[in-house]
């Protein structure tokens, strides 16, 4: 039996390639989502119910364990024995969904992405193109986009979308080290629009041009990012953005390289 779940993007299942229907109920998503999430540890109910619910109604405990017994008989309706994965954990209460490792696609990111991190700081940028490549491959939209939840869980949910631009600041870096290829300035441009209160992916920006040849485009973006800054926020840009653009008004390459490595 092939076992697969994907949050990252809608939440989806499959079995032997087939996939599971999900649709019935949006909070059926979320309860198989906060389980997921669990890594295969046991949930207590009212963690679950925290996970569902900012304000959990007065009959949370008995909707919660009619949407257990619906995911049960669809888990079931697959295979019994993946019906069987999903324990009701007797004595101290709660529930667990047990996984194999590769089984969620947020846990092979998050491994792969741990990795590529590791070769990044050791200054590998090979290797660690290549794992957060792989990483962020796994990607197909917002984590968790079908599933509606008001409690913990967006915010779980949430977490990974932050590790999911992490991942994608750790692997721009490690394009910028191997060199200027096709495309980084245009993906790193994309971050920027998409994130234009990170540090970050401006200072990738302004790496990115200056290496490119274009000082001045590189000191536009420092203008750019401060006044993205002060207009959304009332402040300027960070001690640390302030210093590349002093490197690169004065041209020191040497400034500049070791800042990168900081």
């Known amino acids: ?79 019994p024995r993946l019906a069987s994965r999903l324990v009701t954990v007797s004595g101290s209460g709660g529930y667990l ?15 792969l992405s741990r990795r590529g991190q590791a070769h990044l700081r050791a200054g590998d940028h090979a290797n660690a193109a290549a794992l957060l490549h792989d990483a962020l491959a796994l990607w197909r939209g917002p984590a968790g986009e079908n599933i509606s939840a008001t409690g913990t869980l967006a915010q779980q949910l949430a977490d990974l979308d932050e590790q999911r631009i992490i991942a994608t600041e750790d692997f721009l870096d490690a394009r910028l080290a191997l060199g200027i290829t096709n ?7 994309a971050l920027v629009l998409d994130q234009p209160l990170r540090d970050r992916p401006w200072e990738q920006l302004m790496r990115a041009l200056y290496l490119t040849g274009d000082p001045a485009g590189a000191l ?12 959304a926020l009332g402040i300027e840009p960070s001690q640390r953005l302030q210093q590349l653009q002093g490197s690169i008004l004065q041209r020191d390459d040497l400034a500049i390289a070791r800042l990168a490595l900081q």
């Open 97 to 111: 969904l047990t996984l194999a490792p590769n089984e969620l696609d947020a846990r092979i990111f998050a491994d």
């Open 220 to 231: 536009g973006a420092y203008q750019k990012a401060r006044a993205s800054f002060s207009d």
């Open 183 to 189: 495309g980084l300035l245009h993906d790193i441009r």
């Open 1 to 79: 039996m092939e076992i697969s779940f994907a949050l990252l993007g809608t939440l989806e299942a499959t079995v032997d390639g087939a996939e599971l229907s999900l649709d019935a109920a949006a909070m059926l998503r979320a309860v198989l989502a906060a389980l997921l999430l669990a890594g295969g540890q046991r949930v207590s109910s009212g963690k679950l119910v925290q996970s569902l619910w900012a304000m959990p109604p007065r009959s949370a405990m008995s909707n919660l364990r009619s949407y257990l017994a619906r995911l049960r008989a669809i888990l079931g309706s697959a295979d």
